[in-house]
């Protein structure tokens, strides 16, 4: 099936500090990726919709300076959560979806962040 | 408004045979999705569903039925490791998913 690597797993800074993520589609082109956040028992909350080579389109209340979007290719995307603080700390998950209607999106393993 | 409702919550035996129902109410319908997610873990894709009808794959199967906004997810023969959230989600008009907030499946030895 369709895999979707997320990079890094975990990540635990200080505040203030840059954090980037990696979303990669590894064996298939992803036209669209998705940035969703998830806070304990809760569901996933979608933040930015991305397609490659255009600015992605952030969801109502999500800071797009806050969190930036690079969708440089078909098969990679980034998320730079800028200056994060202790309230940033969530789990963030990136899903990729080739195009196609009745694709499914496939979910990367997804990134624990925690500020301190 | 976009609307997606099910259970938050269901508990079931092993070896029983659980339906987990999904409703919705949104601005155009383009397939609807069922994901599984265990606790800490990113979602993973069960089923597709776009016509109306029963796509059964394994022990697990989805139906569909548009006219009625209305979607279950079938379980059988549960095993523990079935023990996860289940997600219900809805490709609207913009082909954007409209997600469910999700079944937290309990089951019980």
């Known amino acids: 099936g369709a895999v979707v690597s997320q990079h890094p797993s975990w990540v635990i800074c200080k505040s203030g500090t840059s954090v980037k993520i990696e979303c990669r589609s590894l064996d298939f082109q992803a036209t669209t990726m998705f940035w969703y956040r998830q806070f304990p028992k809760q569901s996933l909350m979608l933040m930015a919709t991305s397609n490659e080579g255009s600015k992605a389109t952030y969801e109502q209340g999500v800071e797009k300076d806050k969190f930036l979007i690079n969708h440089a290719s078909l098969t990679l995307s980034t998320l730079t959560v800028t200056s994060a603080h202790p309230e940033d700390s969530s789990f963030y998950i990136c899903s990729a979806w080739g195009g196609r209607g009745g694709q499914p999106q496939h979910f990367g393993d997804g990134t624990r962040l925690s500020i301190l | 408004g976009q609307n997606i409702d099910q259970p938050t919550e269901m508990t079931a035996t092993e070896g029983a045979i659980v339906q987990i129902n999904c409703t919705y109410q949104?601005?155009?319908?383009?397939?609807l999705f069922w994901y599984q997610q265990h606790a800490g873990e990113a979602p993973t894709f069960l089923s597709y569903?776009?016509l109306d009808g029963l796509e059964e794959k394994g022990r697990f199967s989805s139906f569909l039925s548009r006219s009625k906004g209305y979607s279950y997810l079938l379980l059988k023969e549960l095993q523990m490791k079935d023990s996860a959230s289940y997600l219900c989600?809805?490709?609207?008009?913009?082909?954007?998913?409209?997600w469910g907030a999700g079944t937290k499946l309990i089951i019980k030895p």
């Open positions: 989600a809805v490709k609207g008009s913009n082909y954007q998913l409209i």
């Open positions: 949104t601005s155009g319908f383009n397939g």
């Open positions: 569903n776009v």
